[in-house]
């Protein structure tokens, strides 16, 4: 029986992917606290404070056929701290000359920290080629749409006109930015954590900055300027990454099932037979990766609270702040998975209906035109003058149910400073598409 959906072998694929899953898996888990023990003794080999040959010794030992995972799990469940029983494990699996110095010197924090640091590497280069695929969807979909005219909407209603790339390249240019993060995140997240007891590695003597640099240069993890056991700032920054990440796909699934509504029908999610299937109506095609998005999004801004406190912690070393980011971080990195793989699928193959899109300007009587009429006046008149007499003809154009053109062209005061030419000129949306295309490709030049 599952507890959480990302057990559930029917939804889990659908919220995560067996890659990220793996990752954060158990085998995963304790592969990377084995994987930080052996770079541990061979950079305390390197700087001379164990022998020489003791570092493949044990890693000759520290493979996870030689741990008895329910041995381990059932002294982890007396003793209450998940380290000590692994350590035994692999002291007891080497030989009795490399056995005395597996551990040397560390904490469980240290490789709790440290293996976590190497699962989430993992789980970033993951989510940074999904992250690369979608913003060459958007590249293209931003680029062969720069000039699809379609209604631009505020609040709901029609505004004024814009274009589909346009619209696409707001939401690339924000991907760009989170791309650009994702960098100085990593700098600062992926740190090696080694500082024994209380964070001064006082073990170790005057050689544990040494020990330190061999031992971030071992696992390619960046080196701390300090112990950073009570300092989270940097895994709550990560944490608002990923949900941020995950609040721009969810804008974007929102966006796009909203532009799917059949009164509207100007994108649709990529289609294949049954996709988006109803039990009950067979004529449905509903969104499908849309509101998983939308879901992982709401569920994702929760983790960043939890993280945040995780950062209040006490003395060297908390009382309840590291259970918490177990709790936290290897879900938060399973849903993001979920969010960008579906991010990825609906962008690769996102439909655009250009002809509802060009339809749909038309609705309303080309009312979404009078601003551009407007400031065709305002030269002759002035803006303000401008705005009031445009604004008396759509009133009118509302009133009597006809089109602004209609209204335009039989208002006395407009046909003093308009002729039918220029008028049609400036209810034509394609004519009042401003900067767009130039802003389009001012963000492709960032791609």
Known sequence: MSASILDSSYFKDMFGTSTMREVFSDDRRFQSWLETEVALARAEAKVG??????????????????????????????????????????????????????????????????????????GLDLLSDDLDAIILSLSALARNHKNTVMAGRTFQQHAAPITFGFKVAVWLDELLRHRDRLADVKRRALVCSYGGAVGILSTLDKDGIKVLEALSAELKLEVPAISWHTARDAWAELVFWLSMTCSTF???????????????????????????????????????????????????REFVPSQLTAMIQDHERAVATQPLEWLIIPEAFVLASGSFNHSKFLLDGLTVNTENMRRNLDMGGGLLMAEAVMMGLAPMIGRGAAHELVNEVSAKAIENGTTLREALLLNEEIRKYLSEPEIDKLIDPANYTGVAAEMIDRVLEKV
């Open 250 to 300: 969810s804008k974007i699934a929102s966006e796009i099932s909203t532009l799917m509504r059949t009164e509207i029908d100007e994108v649709r999610e990529p289609f294949t037979q049954g996709r988006g299937g109803s039990s009950t109506m067979p004529q449905k095609r509903n969104p499908v990766s849309s509101p998983i998005i939308i879901a992982i999004g709401n569920r994702m």
């Open 49 to 122: 404070l164990i022998p020489a040959d003791v570092p493949e010794k044990i890693a000759h030992a520290a493979k996870l056929e030689n741990l008895d995972i329910p041995a381990m799990k059932a002294a982890y469940e007396k003793i209450g701290f998940p380290i000590l029983p692994m350590v035994k494990q692999l002291a007891a699996a080497c030989p009795p000359d490399a056995a005395r110095w597996v551990h040397w010197g560390a904490t469980t924090q240290d490789i709790i920290d440290t293996g976590l640091v190497i699962q989430m590497r993992e």
